[in-house]
């Protein structure tokens, strides 16, 4: 039997799509192994948000050949679409697949045996409009779906090379996504989270339905007992759009709200739509609406121009609303955004320094949102065990630790909340 190895470097897209790029390859009579096995197939799905993602991926793909110097590499992904050329030039590398048509990597695959000519397929992603349907039925080891509902962004960050290597927004068709999510329920599946590069956009180019819209026609499919929204602009969340995902039972409080910088003057450098000010709007209105709301959030440090008095803005704001888990990225230069031709580099020690600042400020936060669990009783969804230790996730995202001879997993049981440990909260099953 043919062997294929996957590895995915980035964020949760890049994950619901190699999970599609699998299962077309076992559909194929691909066995699927682990990476560092010996294949006779490996791809690589890249990403390009950081240098380090780039390095990352370049090593990935170095190491391939290494296990097995007559496979076949594939470079997909972002990297690959925003860098062809440079992905091309790496020896080991025999075909390069950008954002787009993921959906062939086996056709490219079975030319390249014919052929064994190196190929680059990749495209111009700004002339794509049209959602590429990549079908999953079964995700492995996993008990929450992932599911792929929007592409491209609009937006254009001052510091993200995104919307250049995902191109325009595109929306997945809600049958498509309706029909998806009604197998993923039949295959054992209680909770799914909709993802994409910009989700609020779900929906702008179909002119149709909204994102608020999806999740209302995905509670009413039976058997699915979580809708979970993936990370999302702050700015989607009004009264209307909250109000109305408060009627839906199954929609879980958790929104994970992109904030950056909590300084005004580096908002606008970075071209983010919003104040610190409706930032904290947002954040109030939605702990008005949903009691147990968690919200967490990625912030940079370091952005070009951002000065002691900028930053400590960004710390007091931060202080002040207190999020339930906050991702540090020290700011990364990504050549050919706008941020990259800023003035007023930031010391890469003084990044270091803000960001171990803000890590400990996360870590406070963090233990004082758990603490006022501590002794309620949540439903808990398990996922994953290890030698009899159970791991799981309340509906607000609270991780719960659970010993137990029982198995648990794929299972959704009442627990109480006993004691902090780490970033979770030790439980006991009711
Ligand atoms: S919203 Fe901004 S940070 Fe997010 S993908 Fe679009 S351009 Fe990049």
């Known amino acids: 039997m043919k062997k294929v190895a996957l590895y995915t470097l980035g964020c949760r897209v890049n994950v619901y799509e190699t999970e599609a790029i699998t299962e077309s390859f076992t559909k194929n009579g691909y066995e699927v192994v682990d990476f560092e096995d010996f294949a006779d197939v490996y791809v690589i799905n890249t990403c390009t948000v950081t240098n380090i993602g780039d390095k990352k991926s370049r090593k990935m793909l170095r190491k391939a ?12 992904g972002c990297y690959a679409q925003v860098s062809p050329e440079e992905i091309a030039e790496i020896e080991e590398v025999d075909i390069v697949v950008g954002t787009s048509d993921k959906s062939k990597i086996v056709d490219f695959v079975n030319e390249y045996k014919l052929s064994s000519e190196k190929k680059n397929y990749v495209n111009n992603i700004m002339s794509v409009r049209e959602f590429e ?28 090379l995104i919307p250049y290597a995902r191109g325009p927004v595109r929306s997945r ?5 309706e029909n998806q999510v009604k197998g993923l329920v039949e295959n054992g599946f209680k909770e799914v989270i909709l993802s994409g590069i910009h989700i609020s956009s779900y929906g702008k180019d179909l002119g149709s339905e909204n994102l608020v819209d999806v999740v209302e026609i995905l509670s009413k499919i039976e058997g699915l007992e979580r809708i979970r929204i993936g ?10 759009v909250l109000e109305r995902l408060k009627a839906v039972k199954s929609f879980c409080p958790h929104f994970h709200l ?34 147990d709301a968690a919200i967490t959030t990625d912030i940079i440090v370091g952005f070009p121009g951002e000065t002691d008095e900028e930053f400590e803005a960004t710390y007091k704001f931060l202080s002040e609303i207190k999020l339930s888990k906050m991702h540090i990225f020290k700011y990364s230069e990504r050549k050919g955004t706008k941020a990259a031709m800023l003035s007023g580099k930031v010391d890469p020690k003084k990044k270091e320094e803000r960001s171990k600042i803000l890590t400990e400020l996360d870590e ?11 002794g309620r009783e949540m439903k808990v969804l398990f996922e994953e ?3 009899g230790i159970f791991m799981g996730y309340t509906e607000n995202y609270i991780k719960i630790i659970i010993s137990s001879d029982t198995r648990l997993t794929g299972k959704i049981l009442s627990c109480r909340l006993n004691n902090i440990s780490g970033d979770g909260i030790i439980g006991e099953l009711i």
């Not at 990370?231 to 969340?237: A, K, L």
């Open 133 to 160: 349907e990549m079908e999953i039925d079964e995700y492995h080891d996993k008990t929450r779906a992932f599911l792929k509902i929007q592409d491209g962004c609009d937006r254009y960050c001052s510091y993200c």
């Open 231 to 240: 990370s999302i602009e702050p700015m989607f969340f009004s009264e209307g």
């Open 364 to 374: 406070k936060c963090m233990v004082e949102f758990m603490e006022k669990y501590l």
């Open 65 to 76: 050949k290494k296990i097995n110097p007559e496979a076949i590499v594939v470079a997909a």
């Open 385 to 387: 065990e290890k030698e």
């Open 173 to 177: 068709d809600i049958d498509s996504i």
């Open 258 to 291: 992109s904030l950056q910088s909590g300084c005004d003057e580096t908002l606008k450098r970075m071209n983010r739509r919003y104040t610190a000010d409706e930032y904290r709007e947002v954040v109030d209105r939605i702990r008005d609406t949903f009691e």
